[in-house]
């Protein structure tokens, strides 16, 4: 709580070497299943957090952004709970808009855009 600095909000752990290993080796496994998921399956679980957020989750996120960041009740509902819901689903509405434009296909061929994300290969 930045207005308070002597309130305790929270104990934690601060990771060593070895937490900071398994934490990206756990990251680079989920990172190869992600990539290997279809993107309708990465765009249900996007909506799914989203809808988790909206709902049940809502007000645990406001309360954590009030204490975390000393805002007001409605500070945090703009700052975190709408931003948060905002970007989810107009991200994955954009997504399913962008993978539903594909090329005319020709007399001779049958064209199609296969989205891959060059940036997550690997080097």
Not at 16 to 43: C, D, F, S, Y
Not at 46 to 52: E, I, M, P, Q
Request: aromatic share 14%.
């Amino acid at each position: 709580m930045p207005h308070d600095k002597n309130h305790v909000l929270a104990t934690y752990h601060k990771a060593g070497e070895k937490e900071v290993e398994a934490a990206i080796e756990a990251a680079l496994k989920a990172k190869q299943t992600w990539e290997n998921m279809p993107w309708e399956h990465r765009l249900s679980i996007f909506l799914k957090a989203a809808d988790l957020i909206s709902g049940p989750w809502r007000p645990v996120i406001n309360v954590a952004t009030m204490l975390n960041q000393s805002k007001t009740f409605h500070q945090s509902v703009i700052d975190a709970a709408c931003e948060a819901i905002d970007y989810l689903r107009f991200d994955a509405f954009f997504m399913t808009e962008l993978y539903k434009e594909q090329p005319f296909p020709s007399p001779d061929a049958w064209n199609r855009i296969e989205y891959r994300y060059p940036f997550l290969a690997e080097k």
